[in-house]
């Protein structure tokens, strides 16, 4: 699957108890070839940013960073698998885990929102 993630908007709609976004955070996706980076904030994050390679079929392996609600500092990595939705959306389903804090590990989901749905 070739997908072109520059431009898009996504938000959480789950996320395992030691995750920190939520349904108020939205990531803002850009794309130059294989590289995508995107930034995100809202909920329990006042800001972040994360880079990504994409992979054969569209995933993402990425490496993230943030400002948490109350002020920590944490850091993380990713495998995020696209799934193309019937109404042509986005959803990506990630397999994560924390390189800072507790390093624990968990799952989420983020889908794409229109954009004057944000």
């Not at 948490?68 to 389903?93: F, I």
């Amino acid at each position: 699957m070739s997908i072109d993630y520059d431009g898009r908007i996504f938000r959480s709609v789950g996320n395992t108890g030691s995750g920190e976004v939520d349904g108020d955070t939205r990531f803002h996706y850009r794309q130059e070839g294989d590289v995508v980076w995107a930034t995100y904030r809202g909920g329990g994050v006042k800001f972040g940013s994360l880079v990504a390679k994409v992979l054969d079929g569209g995933a993402l392996d990425m490496r993230y960073n943030h400002v948490n609600a109350s002020g920590g500092l944490m850091t993380g990595q990713c495998r995020s698998v696209p799934e193309r939705l019937p109404d042509g959306r986005l959803r990506l389903h990630e397999t994560w885990q924390w390189t800072s804090g507790d390093r624990s590990s968990g799952q989420s989901v983020i889908e794409e929102v229109e954009i004057d749905a944000d």
